[in-house]
């Protein structure tokens, strides 16, 4: 079957054109439009003008994909869309997009929720991936650990209790002066720390994002404080505007030791206790050269086979969307014309539970 999806979530239009075939993808085309060039003048993302750039971008990225697939508009099968979580501007362009290409077509219409879409990521990749399984999302708006039974039911067990881990990057990445979001450049400046030998150079010490409780929960927010007090307090003691390279090197590579240690400790106790035998590492964040290679560390200690989407799919693109979207239309789960956008992750479940009792009362 072929699917046709959108994603629109926050600052990357997306459109992708997926074959599926019992449970295995082939990405015919990916296509992602990024807004952010014009939120880098902000240094954050705009709603409204995220909103409109959707707009503009949507029916050329839809094109594309199509044309990038190859096939013929007939040809589609079914549409997925997010829904939800998000910024409801940039989601309601999609939703109102998919609705009406999948009532011209004739098709189902699949309402897809974001974060399980950075999980799919991992099936298009990973054939042998198969629920049940945990699954950690880490991105600029989330980071939830998830126990994942089967292929639409998402349980959180632990999450973060203020910013999400993305987040902490880009708001750190942007006091060191880095170019939004901070994330990529602070991955690069870690990597330069880590790779230097010098046995004396600078560190910091940082509190850990994981929880001291017996939650699967985070907390970012003392951590980003810690390391934005440490920017100003170097920048006094040197008496400069500009950090010198080094000291920025130690502040990335420190701060990206400490996010990595505390998110190994949740996972390592979480994979212990629930006795999972594989993990999902997804979202944004997921990119991260370090958190990677961490994550991939605990799962071999604790022999548990682990899976993570390769860069391109690890960011929001609508592939992922077109791979969540095919296990819940096998599952019977889909949107009528009067599907909505929902900011919140909870209205969003709300929603989707809704659906899934109407299919298994
Ligand atoms: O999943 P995503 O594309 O959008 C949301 O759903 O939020 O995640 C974006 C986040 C940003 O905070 C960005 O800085 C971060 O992912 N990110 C990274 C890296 N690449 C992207 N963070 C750390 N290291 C990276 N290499
Ligand atoms: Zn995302």
Known sequence: MILFAIESSCDETSAAVVKAEDGRFTVLSNIVSSQIAIHALYGGVVPEIASRAHCEAITNVAREA????????????????????????????????????????????????HIEGHVAAAYIEHEELRPPYLALVVSGGHTSLYRVPDYTTFEEIGAS????????????????GLPYPGGAAMDKLATAYFEDPDPEKLSFPFPSPAVTDDSY?????GLKTAV?????????????????DDVRRAIAGSFTKTVCGGISKKLSAALKETGAGTLVLAGGVAANS?????????????????????????GDNAAMIAAAGYHLLSAGITADSALNAFASDEAAEDYLAGLRSRHNP
């Open 217 to 221: 929960d985070f907390s970012f927010s």
């Open 290 to 314: 370090h958190l990677r290679r961490a994550v991939a560390e605990t799962c071999r200690r604790r022999k548990t086979a682990f899976s993570v989407p390769s860069l391109p799919l690890c």
């Open 66 to 113: 199509v044309r990038e697939a190859g096939i013929a508009l007939s040809e589609i099968d079914a549409v997925a869309v997010t829904f939800a979580p998000g910024l409801i501007g940039s989601l309601l362009v999609g939703v109102s997009f998919a609705k009406s290409l999948a009532v011209s077509l004739g098709v189902p219409l699949i309402p897809v929720n």
């Open 161 to 176: 209790r203020d910013d999400a881990c993305g987040e902490a990057f880009d708001k750190v990445g942007r006091v060191m």
């Open 228 to 244: 934005i007090n440490t920017i100003h307090n170097e920048k006094q003691r040197l008496k400069t505007d500009t950090l010198p």
